[in-house]
């Protein structure tokens, strides 16, 4: 199965700041078949980018994603006090579908 | 506006069985496959199972083939999870969560399964 390692594990950070989070395969992915999910305390996860870069509706401009092969990025260009979440890339270019063990954004 | 509500959550003790629901609204739920997530408290996401749109293919990550059985009625909207042997290492939150365009784009708010003596 592929292997989804997100680094840092936890970053804390001060609103305006940008933002990177990574997302490395252990194998090639399919640019289309990875996604990023945002989480909030107490909340279902909620899709933020599909197809590595494709926004989803209603999320705003500041999310963005990139990558291909085995490196991914999401990037929040200027961190808001709401974008305080769990980040989880998830791929599904083979089977199983799999998440990455997630990134922890703390806003200082 | 979709909207997945899973139920049937629940305290039980090891070996017991459970069943959950996911009750789908605002979608044409027959043309989705359809997957199960759980989450055990404090730690990441876990894919669990998924059905295609006519229950044709189903798939179970390892560690629940043999106990857990995926569902789907599309006459009423809504997805099933059996679970049976539940085991200390099932208690989780249980989200059901559509498959479209690639992605999990709708998910419920969850369900807790908790197993414990």
């Known amino acids: 199965e592929v292997v989804l390692t997100q680094s840092p594990g936890t970053l804390s950070l001060s609103p305006g700041e940008r933002v990177t989070l990574s997302c490395r395969a252990s194998?090639?992915?399919?640019?289309?078949?990875l996604n990023w999910y945002q989480q909030k305390p107490g909340q279902a996860p909620r899709l933020l980018i599909s197809?590595?870069?494709k926004r989803a509706t209603g999320i705003p401009d500041r999310f963005s994603g990139s990558g291909s092969g085995t490196d991914f990025t999401l990037t929040i260009s200027s961190l808001e006090p709401e974008d305080s979440a769990f980040y989880y890339c998830?791929?599904?270019?083979?089977?199983?579908?799999?998440f990455g063990g997630g990134t922890k954004v703390e806003i200082k | 506006e979709v909207h997945l509500v899973e139920t049937g959550g629940g305290l039980v003790k090891p070996g017991a069985s459970l069943r959950l629901s996911c009750s789908a609204s605002?979608?044409?739920?027959?043309?989705?496959?359809m997957h199960w997530v759980r989450q055990a408290p404090g730690k990441g996401l876990e894919w669990v199972a998924s059905?295609?749109?006519?229950?044709?293919?189903?798939y179970y990550t390892e560690s629940v083939k043999g106990r857990f059985t995926i569902a789907r009625d599309n006459a009423n909207n809504s997805l099933n999870l059996q679970m049976d042997s539940l085991r200390v290492e099932d208690t989780a939150f249980y989200y059901c969560?559509?498959?479209?365009?690639?992605?999990?784009?709708?998910w419920g708010q969850g369900t807790l399964v908790t197993v414990s003596s």
């Open positions: 969560a559509r498959f479209s365009n690639g992605s999990l784009g709708d």
């Open positions: 197809g590595t870069s």
């Open positions: 605002g979608i044409s739920f027959s043309r989705y496959t």
């Open positions: 998830q791929q599904y270019s083979s089977s199983p579908l799999t």
């Open positions: 194998q090639i992915v399919l640019s289309a078949y």
């Open positions: 059905i295609s749109s006519s229950s044709s293919y189903k």
